[in-house]
């Protein structure tokens, strides 16, 4: 088991219904077991969060990497956000893990809530961050596929400028990567990045659930938050100044208060947050 200042990575070899899928899987700390799912900006946009979680929660911090992502093979079988769901499923069982914190970002967000849906004996806590997936005729999340970087960067950061990408820098071998990023993304989410069922679905939701929004966001606006939110019952919703559309980015102190709290309430009921 690793210390708060140890990391160990396993492959598992992941039962589903269309056969075994390798998971890259990097493990840090102990306590409470939270699965931390990334969004389109890749495992690496959560490490030092998950650090953070890690040390501090105190927490045993899963980071898988999504299948495709991270320079890792994702199955033809595992093309869709609930095939992916299906894939941490097995997981969670495979581990034999219960009462397990669920937080995703972005379309992690959109898989942990398919998670928490298809496993609730599994899953005990669901924290949805910024998260996609349902469909919104009155705030619809940005066409991100039709963006250039740098407009997705304006729109998805409280301070675009801290995390600005040089592409010109960029090696054959990171460049490769992001492309392999770019196509897993697009293979779960699709074209819209969103399911028309998924709305209706969420109100089968059974597990507590915190809802964080960065007021900044722009990708995907506050008011789709609160949508997310009340279509998930008890769901709380807490909007985040100074960061956009990765909290645990450029909020992560404030966002690990929230879930901390959240995390440690003993009858398991959120209270409603701003």
């Keep these: 088991m690793p210390t708060t200042t140890d990391l160990s990575t396993t492959v598992h070899q992941v039962p589903t219904s269309s056969g075994p899928v390798p998971v890259t899987v ?67 069982d495979l581990l034999d893990l219960t009462d397990v914190t669920v937080v995703g970002n972005s379309i992690g967000g959109w898989t942990a809530a398919e998670l928490a849906l298809a496993a609730p004996g599994r899953v005990g806590r669901l924290v949805l961050l910024n998260a996609v997936g349902p469909t919104s005729a009155e705030h619809p999340v940005a066409d991100f596929f039709a963006l250039t970087l740098d407009e997705v960067v304006n729109l998805s950061y409280a301070d675009p400028d801290r995390f600005r990408i040089n592409l010109a820098a960029l090696t054959d071998a990171q460049k490769s990567v992001a492309a392999g990023n770019r196509a897993a993304l697009q293979a779960y989410g699709g074209p819209t990045m969103a399911d028309p069922s998924l709305a209706g679905r969420l109100g089968g939701l059974a597990v507590p659930t915190l809802v964080v929004w ?54 398991g009921t959120p209270t409603d947050g701003q």
């Excluded at 953070?52 to 992502?69: M, N």
């Excluded at 997310?228 to 769901?235: C, D, F, K, S």
Aim: hydrophobic content about 45%; glycine content about 14%.
């Design 214 to 267: 960065g007021e900044a966001d722009r990708m995907a606006v506050p008011a789709y938050g609160r949508q997310y939110a009340a279509a998930i019952p008890g769901a709380a919703f807490h909007l985040l100044p100074a960061a956009g559309h990765l909290p645990h980015l450029e909020a992560p102190e404030a966002l690990l208060t929230l879930l901390v709290q959240f995390a440690q309430f003993v009858d």
């Design 26 to 92: 990097t493990e840090r700390g102990q306590g409470r077991v939270v699965l931390l799912l990334h969004g389109g900006a890749g495992p690496d946009s959560v490490a030092g969060f998950a650090d953070l979680l890690a040390a501090r929660g105190p927490a045993r911090v899963l980071t898988p990497k999504h299948p495709g992502f991270g320079g890792t093979p994702r199955p033809d079988g595992i093309d869709s956000v609930r095939r992916l769901a299906e894939v941490y499923r097995g997981l969670l």
